[in-house]
């Protein structure tokens, strides 16, 4: 199984980016996808997350500001965030949790993406 992240880049204060990461191989399915940051000298935290009954939770930094969509068929997710702030700057990593087969425990087992650098320049 791998995560393929992309769209990260360089933009400035207010703008907008979209994340989107997509997850192949063998896949039974997925429980729930992610998206996570880490920020220089920071710990790995949570931006939003989507359950496959389309519950979300996000960061209480970027409520209001970002959106995550997932689609459990297509096994995607994407991350469109707008009115970006410095402090959003960081390397987001794409985040599942699946289970390669029928007999996998639920909820599956986690998988990350590569890691996608997002900077934000005032």
């Known amino acids: 199984v791998q995560l393929q992240a992309s769209g990260g880049g360089l933009v400035q204060t207010g703008g907008s980016l979209r994340l989107s990461c997509a997850a192949s191989g063998s896949i039974f399915s997925v429980n729930d996808m992610g998206w996570y940051r880490q920020a220089p000298g920071k710990q790995r935290e949570l931006v939003a997350g989507i359950i496959s009954s389309g519950d979300t939770d996000y960061a209480d930094s970027v409520k209001g500001r970002c959106t995550i969509s997932g689609d459990f068929a297509a096994n995607t997710v994407d991350l469109q965030m707008n009115s970006l702030k410095t402090e959003d700057t960081g390397v987001y990593y794409c985040?599942?949790?699946?289970?390669?087969?029928?007999?996998?425990?639920?909820?599956?087992?986690?998988?990350w993406g590569q890691g996608t650098q997002v900077t934000v320049s005032s």
């Open positions: 985040h599942a949790r699946i289970r390669r087969t029928r007999w996998s425990n639920l909820p599956g087992y986690d998988y």
